[in-house]
């Protein structure tokens, strides 16, 4: 996932004007309450993507503390400058990150999993970089089924193109299995001191742009009278999520992980 994970720079301001006030702000702010982070303490966000978890975490260890985000994505990273040039943020990747063992007290890492090239390699790198003692707390997006406006979207979109293009939707949610979870901290060698799932929602203002953000993904991959036809399917099935003001409130389940090395 990685490769296709590539972005243009108005893909990167896209996500951080859309997708981070909809949805993974509110993410972010109940990973960092449950990594506990203290002031004065050295963070690790992996696949930090704009930023937004480093961005509260540093609030968290304060000005004697310190935290790195590291990314595959440099149109991600410029997003992440900008907006908080006195951070450090890295390029590399999560399954070989570059830092020295035990170099952090808390490693966080939300809604990346599901895209490292090998999601077992990439725990047992935080579980390195994060030391004997150290924290690692993971966010990822729970099952599809429990996600209901994107189980709707889902079964429009698998009604009209082949179930490569409906995987690729489906990729959010590829880790939502909950053993799936625990089997890949066990491999990793991580224990697991807590497992919180709980149910989130994703806020846009309208059924537009909420089509025109879940659509991304398969854009170039539907002509476009398909792809008319999935978004005129899409504003009947999502019709249950539209508010009387016309903004969508789409419930998703959500897996938080707190563990540390076994
Ligand atoms: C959905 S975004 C999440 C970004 C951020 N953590 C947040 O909560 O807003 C997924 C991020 O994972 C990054 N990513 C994907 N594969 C990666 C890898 N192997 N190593 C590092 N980052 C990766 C992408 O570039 C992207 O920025």
Known sequence: MSETYALSAEAAEFYESTFVPALFA????????????????????????TGVVARFAAGRVGPSGSVVGVDLNDAMLDVARRLRPDLDWR???ACALPFDDGAFDVVLSQA????????????REMARVAGPDGRVVVQVPGRLSASPGYSALADVVARHAETSVVDLLGAYFAVG????????????????????????????????TFLAAELLPIADRVDAA?????????????????????????????????????
């Open 26 to 49: 509110a993410w972010a702010q109940r990973l960092v309450d449950a990594a506990a982070i203290t002031s004065g303490q050295s963070v690790l966000d992996v696949a930090c993507g």
């Open 91 to 93: 390029l590399g990747d």
């Open 112 to 123: 990346g999993l599901m895209f490292f090239g090998d999601r077992t390699v990439a725990l």
């Open 177 to 208: 299995a909950p053993e799936l979870l625990t089997e890949l901290f066990r491999a990793a060698g991580l224990r697991i001191d807590r497992f919180d799932s709980w149910i989130g929602a994703t806020r846009v203002g309208s059924l537009d």
């Open 226 to 262: 398909v792809r008319d036809r999935i978004v005129a399917e899409c504003r009947a099935a999502l019709a249950p999520f539209v508010g009387p003001d016309g903004s969508v409130t789409a419930p998703i389940e959500v897996h938080l992980i707190v563990g540390g090395r076994s």
